[in-house]
């Protein structure tokens, strides 16, 4: 199949599957005759599991792992299983800093509870407070992925 076809099957972005292949975590397709991308079932089956991988929040290095164990399925999967209780702790963490999020945003929107003009907001008064007290986009940014890969 084509790459538009392969994109259709797998509800995937043109773009993404030609970055999954710079990246090699799609293996590279033939030609044809006309230099158009012919992909094979094998092609459709690893882009649905990466796919399936980053619906998980998945990096592409720890997809890179599995893909690597799914390549040599002779191996041991003592690291994939290792992979995923990291990748546990990785969300665990991240649900944490949500929650912190969504407490913040809870408490900046109870400043203001009417329709009143901009210059009376209590949500934009404790923004710019907020930013002014401790320049935290410049040091927190926004969510960071909690991979580090």
């Not at 599957?17 to 799609?26: A, C, D, K, P, Q």
């Not at 590279?28 to 094998?42: C, K, P, T, V, W």
């Not at 649905?48 to 792992?65: G, P």
């Amino acid at each position: 199949m084509k790459i538009g076809e392969l994109a259709t099957a797998t509800e995937t972005a043109i773009e993404t599957i030609r970055f999954y292949e710079r990246e090699g975590l799609l293996k590279a397709a033939a030609r044809s005759q006309g230099n158009f991308r012919l992909y094979e079932i094998a092609h459709h089956e690893r882009l649905q599991f990466i796919r399936y991988c980053r619906s998980l929040d998945m990096s592409l290095d720890e997809i890179r792992v599995l893909l690597r164990f799914k390549d040599e399925p002779e191996e041991a999967c003592n690291e994939v299983n290792a992979l995923l209780e990291e990748h546990i702790e990785h969300v665990s963490k991240r649900i944490k800093e949500l929650k912190s999020l969504e407490q913040q945003l809870k408490a900046l929107r109870q400043r203001c509870g009417s329709d009143r003009p901009a210059e009376q907001c209590g949500v934009l008064s404790g923004l710019a407070e907020e930013a002014k007290k401790s320049s935290a986009l410049s040091r927190r940014g926004h969510l960071k992925s909690v991979h580090g890969r």
